[in-house]
């Protein structure tokens, strides 16, 4: 593994918080009745580019800007909305990370996505490029004063315990098929290091490739566990599941492969990057597979001064399998 950039604060962020966290709530919508001359003054007055067509509560459409003026270059006579509105509408689901709305940004090239509550299937909110970046800036501030208030004494807490070796262990138990709380328990890994005073950019990468070992486990298990050890120099994280294991772990390895099904596609999970952005994050990753019996991910990250490099070299050669993978 060879880190090219050093992982940053925003990074760590769009993993662990939700679209529902950022997203507009206060929605401007139109019915599929409404008559198209009547967006004219809504478009002049809201400055808006799109709006969602909804019957209640749910979306059945967009129009956009672009269809407004296009009805009326053709000088047509009145006509409803449903007649031009799109039908198809790419959305993102209020839980889901963010991470995934900014992949489906730059992958589609659009500016906004409507978003749908995943438990109703009703409409709640609209999120923008302009939507993440304040919330980030927002969820930043706020960090940094909780970080104030709450950091503990404990970044010489090795040296502070007398003892001939120190380590400390934490665990957390993962459901499969949780997409609703997929993430929650490397978020809570990741605050656990920030309050021992961890180097922060040590945090981030921990926190990143928990995740990404979290949402195999939700996507491709019944559950696991996921085994945190913090020694001095080095944490150690033990991802364990009794899942269907990897068949071939060179290809999990590689960026966008994927074994997930369509439906889990469809839910915002399983882009295929999660070993491959692991790989990114460790100093060392190593992976046991056995087909119907599970796989064992170690990954080690070093704590110290050189843990940028040390780690390294180690890390291109650190892939022992055999079997069957989620990726």
Known sequence: MVQDKPITKVQELVYEMKVKQVMAENLITVRPETPMSQLREIFRQKR????????????????????????????????????KMTRQVECLYDDEPLVHAISKFERT??????????????????????????????????????????????????????????????????????????????????????????????????????????MNLVVFTKGGRIVARVEPGCITMEVKDSGPGIADVKKALQPGYSTAPQWVRDLGFGAGMGLNNIQKCADEMQITSTLGKGTHLKISILTGDDSGAKGNSRAARSHRSHGQEES
Not at 60 to 81: M, N, P
Not at 199 to 211: C, E, G, H, L, N
């Open 109 to 214: 090239g659009y500016g906004r996505f409507t978003v749908i509550d995943r438990r109703s299937g009703k409409l709640v909110g609209v999120i923008t490029k302009g939507d993440i970046i304040a919330g980030l800036l927002e969820k930043l501030e706020i960090e940094y004063h909780e970080e104030e208030i709450h950091r503990y004494r404990a970044s010489h807490i090795f040296e502070d315990i007398v003892a001939d070796r120190t380590r400390l262990v934490f665990e957390y138990d993962v459901l499969g098929q949780d997409f609703e709380g997929a993430g929650e328990c490397s978020s809570r890994l990741k605050r656990t290091l920030g309050r021992l005073g961890l180097d922060p950019a040590t945090v981030r990468r921990v926190a990143i490739a928990s995740y990404e070992a979290e």
């Open 48 to 83: 808006i580019s799109g709006m969602p067509v909804v019957e209640g509560d749910y979306l059945v459409g967009i129009v956009s800007l672009e269809d407004f003026i296009k009805w009326l270059y053709d000088r047509e006579e009145e006509s409803l909305i449903e007649s």
